[in-house]
Structure formats: structure tokens, C-alpha cells
């Protein structure tokens, strides 16, 4: 299971870019440089086993179909694999202790949290309107992040193309 080239990190995805110092250690290029263990390697890979990885588009309608795992024809996508980074493109580990699951209380991903307490936001910071009060955070005022359940990892196939 352990791949030879690719590492995964801390934040759920596999290594896409590299940092330093020193130079070219891996990294994700997607949550750092503030995201969660963005920087941090996670070479157990015993997480990894017996858990399976669904495409993005799982269930949905395909477009410009450039599927990579047999699924060209397909017009709705069901591509499912054997969690693996080093196989499939794309991949995000989604099962416990995974900081790219969202809250099951506001919906949203770690970051929108407060930092420290992990306090669910009622106003928006950095995206949309700052200061506005996101519209239902009543339901979640006083609630902190809780991870959502994701039986499935999940990758991307190839089935609205590469470009
Ligand atoms: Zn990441
Ligand atoms: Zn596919
Ligand atoms: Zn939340
Ligand atoms: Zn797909």
C-alpha cells in the first residue's frame, strides 16, 4: 500500500508542490500556507487500508468523459477504487482525523473556524461580505467543529476531462 513516490500530508491530500527549508520537501499547495498540517508528512498509510475512494462526480452526469479507470462510456460516473494517493489523481482522505471533512453543524471546512476554539463562525471573515452574518448560523451558534461522517475518500476520474 505504501506508494514509492508520493506522500500524503497531514491536511488529506496527497503531496502536490514542495517546500522548504530544506528544499523540496513535499507539501499541499491547497491548504497551505495557514491550512492544517499542510506541511506535515503522514507515511503510516495503515489509515489507508481497506478504505475505498469515490470519484467527485460519483452519481452525477458525465461531460467531455475522459475517464482514467475504465468509465468512458458511462454517462453518469461510478468510478470507485481502493484508496490509494499514488493512483489516483486528485485524492483526499476523508475518514477520522482528517481536517478536509466538513462541520456537521455550520457545513463548513476547518479553516472557516475560529482559531483555538474551532468555534463555528456566525459572520463571514475573509469570503463574501466580512462582518455579515451568515444567513441559519443561528442553528449553530455556540456549536464547534465536528468532523461529518465520509464512508468514501474521494479522487477525481477524469469524467469532465483533463483540459
Ligand atoms: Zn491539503
Ligand atoms: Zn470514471
Ligand atoms: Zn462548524
Ligand atoms: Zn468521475
Known sequence: MKPNNVSMMKCGHAANALT????????????????????????????????????????MTTRHNECNFGGEGDKVCRCEQPSDPTHLPFFEYLGPGSPLRLCKHCGLGIGAHRAGDYACP????????????????????????????????????GCHGWN
Open 122 to 157: 456566525t459572520r463571514y471573515n475573509n469570503r463574501g461580505k466580512p462582518g455579515e452574518i451568515i444567513p441559519g448560523s443561528e442553528k449553530w451558534r455556540g456549536k464547534t467543529y465536528e468532523a461529518k461522517e465520509y464512508k468514501f475518500d474521494s479522487f477525481y476520474c
Open 20 to 59: 522548504g527549508p530544506p528544499p523540496g520537501m513535499p507539501c499541499c499547495a491547497i491548504c497551505g500556507p495557514n491550512g492544517e498540517g499542510w506541511n506535515v508528512v503522514d507515511d503510516s498509510y495503515l489509515y489507508l487500508e481497506n478504505r475505498r475512494a469515490q470519484c467527485h462526480y460519483y452519481g
